[in-house]
């Protein structure tokens, strides 16, 4: 089947947009002019609903298909946020914002949704409904939850949901999914120690909480190493130190932050568990004392079998069965789909950025080649499962 000519033709005015959105990215649920372009853009296409401030500042699309109201509804969703990060690239349209990039391609999801948007009210060659989700706050503020308790499955009697990320790494036209998780749970946790001060040249006078806290990081790889099942999926990272002031002095207190990464709902509630005890265990052998707090973030990212097997189907069909790997690996990343897969059955699926730079990092960029390719998975999806 390939890319409708028409979609390609697409190609140009929707890379205008990517790069647009780009250029001016916003964080968390402060994505204000985002959401004006996204909402605008949709009302130009001839859209029949469009409603803003959905989970705050998330924006909802109506299109109905051939036969007007009615029949099957799905919602296809994309993330509008960036990144706190400093853009370290010489594109023409790199970030202008200072400390702000799309550094996850979330410009790029929401333009080939947009894409698919307008290909979708022009033609209308559908049955029932398209929900098209534009989501605020995926970068850890839990936008997706805040569109959910907000009533929207409800409201727009959603059925199905469908949502794609880039990936590089995948070759541009690959799609990439699986059923059962595809993405972590994410944690975090801090370990407050307390020791004792002292004088540098005396360490004996004090109970250092620098030599407490590397006993306990090293400590914390063993929950992976020795407390889990080799075949399932555990990540334990530090990601953070904080203590002392000064280079003489041994400091009363110290601060370890990370995060914790699981695929099982056992694994997770384990980790916590031997994270605890672990860290209490280890400050009391050398006499200092452990305060944990631990915070459970977006759960697990869980394909639902069936609409997992039906959206390899389709991508196979479109793109040809080479190009579609329906049981890629899990990645241990975070996602809020997971809420959405939560309220409703659905799948979440990777499509290629090619050979980029990685995710999270100053130098990545969403590969424009994909766009086209996104835009028309959306479409076959909306018209497949509106018909099923």
Not at 82 to 109: F, I, Q, W
Not at 329 to 344: Q, T, V
Request: glycine letters at 12%; aromatic letters at 6%; one cysteine or more.
């Amino acid at each position: 089947m390939g890319i409708d000519p028409r979609i390609q033709a697409l190609g140009d005015e929707v890379t205008r947009w990517r790069r647009s959105l780009h250029e001016q990215p916003e964080l968390g649920y402060d994505v204000h002019n985002t959401a004006r372009f996204v909402a605008d853009k949709l009302r130009s296409f001839g859209c029949d609903e469009v409603t803003e401030g959905i989970g705050r500042t998330g924006v909802v699309a109506v299109i109905h298909g051939r036969r007007g109201p009615g029949g099957k509804a799905i919602g296809l969703r994309a993330d509008m946020d960036a990144l706190p990060l400093e853009e370290e690239t010489n594109l023409p349209y790199r970030s202008k914002v200072t400390g702000k990039m799309h550094a996850c391609g979330h410009d790029g999801h929401t333009a080939m949704l947009l894409g698919a948007a307008r290909h979708l009210a022009a033609t209308r060659e559908f049955d029932g409904t398209v929900v098209a989700i534009f989501q605020p706050a995926e970068e850890g503020g839990a936008g997706g939850k805040a569109m959910v308790d907000d009533g929207m499955m409800e409201r727009w009697n959603i059925a199905e949901v469908y949502g794609m990320h880039n990936m590089p790494g995948i070759p541009v036209g690959r799609i990439a999914l699986r059923p059962g998780p595809i993405m972590a749970a994410a944690d975090e946790f801090v370990i407050a120690i307390e020791g004792k001060g002292s004088h540098a040249a005396a360490p004996h006078l004090g109970i250092d909480p620098i030599i407490v806290g590397v006993h306990i990081i090293n400590a914390l790889q063993t929950i992976t190493s020795r407390n889990v099942d080799p075949l399932h999926s555990l990540v334990v990272s530090t990601t953070m130190f904080h203590a002392g002031t000064a280079f003489n002095i041994i400091p009363t207190r110290a601060e370890l932050v990370g995060t914790v990464r699981t695929l099982d709902p056992g694994v997770r509630s384990m980790a916590e568990a031997r994270l605890r005890e672990i860290a209490a265990g280890t400050a009391r052998l050398f006499g200092a004392n452990a305060e944990v707090s631990y915070r459970y973030g977006y759960p697990a990212t869980v394909n639902h079998a069936r609409e997992a097997a039906l959206a390899t189907g389709i991508a196979r069909e479109v793109f040809g069965a080479a190009a579609v790997d329906g049981d890629t690996m899990p990645m241990m990343g975070g996602e809020d789909f997971s809420y959405m897969l939560e309220a409703r059955p659905g799948a979440y699926l990777f499509i290629g950025n090619g050979d980029s730079a990685g995710l999270h990092n100053p130098g990545y960029d969403f590969n424009d080649a994909a766009l086209p390719y996104g835009m028309q998975m959306f479409t076959a999806l909306a018209q497949a499962r509106t018909a099923g």
